[in-house]
């Protein structure tokens, strides 16, 4: 009778929870038995295992009777990255390779029938938590997923292509050494579309700006053909570069997705799912919960063209991971948080024909049908954005005689040290500035201060829509280099907002 013990990881949302692979052989009749909560993928590992062994020349307990045990047994386990550490247990518990040595290892990894190891998902959140942890214990990962959980500074990661790589450093009084891994090259990124593509819209850029300083939520308005798209799909380009934690946590859960890639190391993301979007495909969800679209825009920006045709179930999940920057997804069986700090950038038409205000072409819409088709949204999610404006249609004769504005370097260079004002003053950006810290941090001036409340009983805004208004309003201040809210910060903020009550 034998016992080994493999340590290794289960993803639990976005967390890497440590796992202890037993693998115990025993006389009797020969079996192979897999408990510890494991799902369908997982106890196919057997097979796999079991192939994978004997093709490789290593040797298979036949006539024992096999038990492995996934610890702790509540917690579940899915995917083929057990394969491995139930390889190298059944090796160590066979004494084919030293236990002893399986004690300075973490391990995952999913085998072919042929022993060659492929890569798995999560590699930088088990990197992640080993460091979290402070462990001592070394990450050993196949070549793809070990290059990529590299990227985690002060883990020891290393790299194997074949099952025989690793027996080979570890049957009994070897010194074969297990290569440590490279991390992916940090490649030069795509460019990103540049602002000056856009003629003309002087206002929605200086609007997209302020959205870039603050991190504040913007909702564009306008008929089709106007640059909506256009100026969403550039915001990204606008915001400061993220600090190397924050690219590891939105990398992480990119990982997760399996939708991770190194060229874009560092570069904010832009999502921008279709309108057909459920609200599982937004917020998150399945079994196991895997994170959804507004998890994947961490730090970074996610785009809801057409936002009116959105299930408006799907809107209305929004709102609160808007507000807390963080989803939590429960099930009758588990739990899962993922993270949802993103910017909410959206677009949409005035009307159903979309030529409300349109110059060149009529609207054929009656009340009823714009009222309808505005009602769509629901009050409490717009009260959540801090932006609406009016995109205006430019007619093609105007815009041929228009000079190209300025590019997207020199715009994200006067919001990088927009921002940087707001971060000395008070450590966060301005739109998450919390309630208690308002009067600290926005240092309105008594005259703005008037023009603000008088102009909150006039449009009827809640307490939220005040905060925000005072956010915005600090934003812009911040542009200006100004250190106090003047009035016409305060006006400037109240007019980007007025719009909402239209809506």
Known sequence: MSLAIIHSRALDGLCASAVSVEVHL???????????LAETEVKESRERVRAA??????????????????????????????????????????????????????????????????PVRGALAMS?????????????????????????????????????????????????????????????????????????????????????IGEHSLLMVGPPGTGKSMLAQRLAGLLPPMSNEEAL????????????EPARWGQRTLRSPHHSASSV????????????????????????????????????ALREPMETGRILISRAARQAEFPARFQLLAAMNPCPCGHLGNPLRACRCSPDQIVRYQGRLSGPFLDRLDLLIEVPMLRPIELAGMATGESSVTVAARVALARERSLAR?????????????????????????FLEKAVGQLGLSARGYHR??????SVADLEGCRTVTLAHMAEAIQLRRGLRAI
Do not use: W, Y
Request: glycine residues 10%.
């Open 128 to 212: 992640l938590a080993l460091r979290q942890e402070q462990s001592s214990r070394s990450l050993i990962l196949p070549e793809a997923s070990a290059a990529e959980a590299a990227l985690v500074d002060g883990v020891k990661v290393l790299a194997a292509a074949h099952l025989l790589d690793l027996v080979a450093a570890l049957v009994p009084g070897s010194d074969a050494p297990l290569l440590p891994a490279t991390p992916l090259p940090r490649g030069q990124a795509p460019a990103q579309p540049d602002l000056s593509d856009i003629k003309g819209q002087v206002g929605a850029k200086r609007t997209l700006e302020i959205a870039a």
């Open 53 to 118: 062994l004997q093709n490789s020349g290593l040797g298979f307990p036949h006539n024992k009777r096999i038990i492995v045990n996934l610890a702790p047994a509540e917690l579940p386990k899915e995917g083929g990255r057990f394969d491995l550490p139930i390889a190298l247990g059944l090796l160590a518990a066979s004494e084919q390779i030293d236990a002893a040595r399986l004690d300075e290892f973490e391990c995952a990894g999913e085998l072919s029938l042929g022993g060659e190891l492929r």
């Open 26 to 36: 025993a006389n009797g009749l020969p079996s192979f038995t897999l408990v510890g």
């Open 469 to 474: 208004l005072l956010r915005v309003a600090r």
């Open 249 to 260: 946590e939105s990398a992480s859960v990119l990982s997760l997705a399996g939708q991770f």
């Open 426 to 450: 008070q450590g966060c950006s301005n739109a998450r500035l919390a309630a208690q810290q308002l009067d600290q941090c926005i240092l309105a001036e008594p005259a703005a201060q008037a």
């Open 281 to 316: 495909a937004l917020v998150g969800g399945g079994s196991p919960p895997r994170p959804g679209e507004i998890s994947l825009a961490l730090h970074g920006v996610l785009f809801l063209d057409e936002l009116s045709e959105f299930n408006r179930a799907a809107l209305e």
